[in-house]
Nanobody, 126 residues
């Protein structure tokens, strides 16, 4: 079992930045690929980015490429999402997720992930 707790959400103006954190506990963090997803009201949960357990492999959704950066510190059991140049369409609840997978093959479907955090709200008013 892995427990995930997100933090760092909030209200930010268009063009601003936020850094989300996701602290994990329970098992060896480096054995898990980590992903960030988001869900806006009335919409399905969508993939944002994912990073392999070693940190060497990363994939981004086209909508955030060049603006968001995922990183992880396995010694601290924490994954981060740096979000820059925020837009109103980035408004959503952001979730981190863990997948028991030490390979380089990153998954984009929510169903592929084993553990989820409770989510943190990010609001970018238009």
């Amino acid at each position: 079992q892995v427990q995930l707790v997100e933090s760092g959400g909030g209200l930010v103006q268009v063009g601003g930045s936020l850094r989300l954190s996701c602290a994990g506990s329970g098992r060896t963090f480096s054995n898990f690929a980590m992903g960030w997803f988001r869900q806006a009201p009335g919409k399905e949960r969508e993939f944002v980015t994912a990073q392999s357990g070693s940190g060497a492999y990363i994939v981004y959704a086209d909508s955030v490429k060049g603006r968001f950066t995922i990183s992880r510190d396995n010694a601290k059991n924490t994954v981060y999402l740096q979000m820059n140049s925020l837009k109103p369409e980035d408004t959503a609840v952001y979730y981190c997720a863990a997948r028991w997978d030490s390979t380089r093959f990153l998954k984009k479907e929510p169903s592929e992930y084993d553990f989820w955090g409770q989510g943190t709200q990010v609001t970018v008013p238009s």
